[in-house]
């Protein structure tokens, strides 16, 4: 069963913590993306890569960093979280000529306090 | 999600039809979906219509597609508990990037 996997699932830290969110997909996608969920404001992508070391930002990346050193595997890092960054954070991952279909991880539930 | 609008609830009786309605702004959007996110799960892909069709059926599930006013609407026939959830419209934007509308929570009821 294909599937993407968050590591972890609720996560609480405190405001100017560094915060580490691992996704790791086992269908070999060239494509993964990391969005954020809030309530009324449904899906915002913050940052997606296309290959190993490449990475764009998406629409609102500020704050955040990621790194994709294997394919397999993207980190979304929060440098100094804030508690404006408390949220739902969505792993997704697709390949190149099906951009579109993505395939979602569970999420992780992100509070900083 | 501010190029995609969705209402934001959607109560309907067990049996029913349930019909989601979704407007998009980019014209050029090559493909349209549906995704579906039930509680405590990320979201799965239900459907997705190219732009060139005006309808696209999968079962239970009816896709209208309406260009010219860019209007999208999900039909879900004989709607049954399990179709409770937070359904979502996406648009492409280039090559590998979606937009997402608020999402439409639907809730059947007995």
């Known amino acids: 069963d294909v599937k993407v996997t968050q590591s972890s699932r609720y996560l609480v830290k405190r405001t100017g913590e560094k915060v580490f969110l691992e996704c790791v997909q086992d269908?070999?996608?060239?494509?993964m993306f990391w969005y954020r969920q809030d309530p009324g404001l449904g899906l915002r992508l913050i940052y997606f890569s296309y290959d190993v070391k490449m990475k764009e930002k998406g629409d609102i990346p500020e704050g955040y960093s990621v790194s994709r050193e294997k394919k397999e595997r993207f980190s979304l890092i929060l440098e100094s979280a804030s508690t404006n960054q408390t949220s739902m954070y969505l792993c997704?991952?697709?390949?190149?000529?099906?951009?579109?279909?993505?395939?979602f991880g569970e999420g992780s539930r992100l509070t900083v306090l | 999600g501010e190029d995609v609008e969705q209402s934001l609830f959607l109560s309907v009786r067990e049996g029913d039809s349930s019909v989601i309605n979704c407007t998009y702004t980019?014209?050029?959007?090559?493909?349209l979906y549906w995704y579906k996110q039930e509680p405590g799960a990320g979201l799965q892909l239900l459907t997705y219509?190219?732009?060139?069709?005006d309808m696209k059926q999968d079962q239970r599930l009816t896709v209208l597609l309406n260009k010219k006013d860019k209007h999208l609407s999900l039909r879900i026939a004989d709607t049954q508990t399990g179709d409770s959830a937070i359904y979502f419209c996406a648009e492409s934007r280039g090559d590998y990037k979606l937009s997402f509308g608020a999402g439409t929570t639907v809730t059947v009821r007995a």
């Open positions: 997704a991952s697709s390949v190149p000529h099906r951009a579109g279909e993505l395939f």
């Open positions: 980019d014209s050029s959007s090559t493909y």
């Open positions: 219509i190219f732009s060139n069709m």
């Open positions: 269908m070999d996608h060239e494509n």
